[in-house]
């Protein structure tokens, strides 16, 4: 079974990122990276790594290597963790974490001061030097009166920059799940199609024989000869689809070359006994969504931006200039130098902007946040339900067709066989029952298929990581070809 101990381990553990940390934090090469990856690692059970310099570049690629060879042919599991290690986007989803961390840690610092040095009367023909020198330093004074803020602001922003690492990491996941049993379903089918072939061809080899003893007619014949040359064209069809659905898993999981050399296995795990009872899958998925969890961040960040620019409403640029002037002049023949010392307070006077179309448009930005919030909780509910949804009905088709459809379907090509030979029925008839019997088997084959995507849908409802557009597209073309087989 793909996952289910998996699967009940992870919804018994609620995922929620750290809180605020320190400038000291913020500076580390790693911010925020090991909360990422132990929070991730509750749901996928799996190691992920941050490679930021040549020798963890070297060990990520020796750990990925020495999966690919011990693991003959590759399981679903070791899919996930080989995408986790070399996965080059999830890296830079990675870098943008610490790209935020930087911007946290530029918000504890204090804001260079402006220094200006002036002078006037060089070179007159009285002094052959100065006559005054002047030196201003410029100090923001609203920077430093707001800096809390902006730094609760810029920290909000990091732990967003958290969460959208861990939605990455567990969407990486969840795509490279659902590329491998793709992949695998396409081989199974492919399969399944062979040995209908080499079946179609043993009757086809009969016919022929049968017609050059006059036994059999021209027309029959060649009902034998076209069901072989249709079955070999989407046998061919299907073997084409398979190697594009394993394309698929190479690209998520970040091979090429020589790695290129491995192999997945010929068929699906069978159905499980029962399905995973999920009663309360709204609740979870509302307490451990990680998108949710970056909605509320985002509102919480909007809210902050929304009070900074009500304590700016009025004042937009508060600055205060201290520094001095030096004066030298030469009065009865003796120079004399004159130091005072200067402070000015700078800043904007209201008269036409008086703050209010900022404060309109901050007012707004948060009722935006605030509804894009409200409408996520629904959302969320109902993507939960309809993971449940699709788990519990695709696992009752699925046995549906196993225990049902498949043995009804088998046992009709076994009495035409039978009458056939006792020259009851005739060839056409015979064709028609295996034809049917194939159909039957590879709709089987998918059923399975969708309801192993279904489980695998299950983690991503109640944690976050769902099928960007690009890979759900992927899984609806792989559901609607016939392909599959395995050991390729």
Not at 199 to 207: I, K, P, R, V
Request: hydrophobic residues 40%; neutral net charge.
């Amino acid at each position: 079974m793909i996952g289910t101990t998996r699967l009940i381990a992870a919804l018994a553990f609620p995922l929620a990122l750290s809180g605020c940390v320190t400038s000291a934090d913020y500076s580390r090469k790693e911010a925020g990276f090991t909360s990422v990856a132990n929070k991730t690692a509750i749901v996928t059970a799996k190691e992920t790594v941050w490679i930021q310099n040549q020798n963890q570049a070297r060990s990520a690629a020796a750990q990925v290597k020495s999966l690919l060879a011990r693991t003959k042919p590759l399981d679903v599991e070791t899919a996930v963790q080989i995408a986790l290690l070399n996965n080059k986007g999830l890296q830079a989803a990675y870098a943008d974490l610490g790209d935020s961390a930087a911007d946290a840690w530029q918000s504890t610092m204090f804001i260079n001061p402006t220094v200006s040095i002036g002078t006037t009367g060089i070179g007159t023909a009285e002094l052959q030097a100065f006559k005054t020198i002047e030196g201003m330093i410029t100090t923001n004074i609203l920077a430093l009166a707001t800096k809390n803020r902006d730094m609760a602001i810029a920290d909000t922003r990091f732990r967003q920059a958290q969460l959208f690492a861990a939605v990455k990491t567990l969407q990486v996941a969840a795509d490279t799940r659902r590329a491998w049993i793709g992949a695998v379903a396409s081989w199974e089918n492919v399969g399944q199609l062979q040995h209908a072939q080499a079946t179609a061809d043993a009757a086809s080899e009969l016919a022929e024989k049968l017609g050059e003893t006059g036994a059999m007619a021209k027309g029959a014949q060649a009902r034998e000869h076209v069901f072989v040359a249709e079955l070999a064209g989407e046998t061919a069809k299907a073997r084409l689809s398979a190697r594009l659905a394993k394309e698929n898993l190479t690209r998520l999981m970040g091979l090429w070359g020589s790695d290129l050399d491995y192999q997945v296995p010929n068929s699906l795990p069978p159905l499980p006994k029962s399905v995973v009872r999920r009663d309360t899958i709204e609740s979870e998925a509302l307490r451990n969504r990680i998108d949710l969890q970056i909605a509320k961040l985002d509102l919480e960040a909007t809210a902050r931006s929304y009070g900074l620019t009500e304590a700016t409403r009025y004042v937009t640029d508060l600055e205060i200039l201290t520094g001095f002037e030096t004066e030298r002049e030469i009065e009865d023949d003796e120079t004399k130098t004159r130091t005072t010392a200067q402070v000015e307070l700078e800043f904007a006077i209201p008269i036409f902007d008086t703050g209010k179309a900022r404060m309109r448009k901050s007012e707004l930005a948060y009722m935006r946040a605030a509804n894009l919030l409200a409408e996520k909780a629904v959302n969320v509910r109902s993507e939960a339900r309809s993971a449940y949804e699709a788990y519990r009905s695709n696992y009752d088709i699925a046995r549906h067709y196993r225990n049902n459809v498949v043995p009804l379907r088998t046992k009709v090509e076994e009495e035409s066989l039978l009458t056939y030979n006792g020259m009851i029925s005739n060839t056409f008839e015979l064709l028609t029952d295996t034809r049917d019997k194939i159909n039957s088997t590879l709709l089987s084959v998918n059923a399975k298929r969708d309801f192993w995507l279904a489980e695998a849908d299950l983690a991503p409802a109640i944690y976050g990581g769902s099928a960007t557009k690009a890979s759900a597209e992927t899984e609806v073309a792989a559901a609607s070809a016939s392909s599959a087989g395995g050991g390729h």
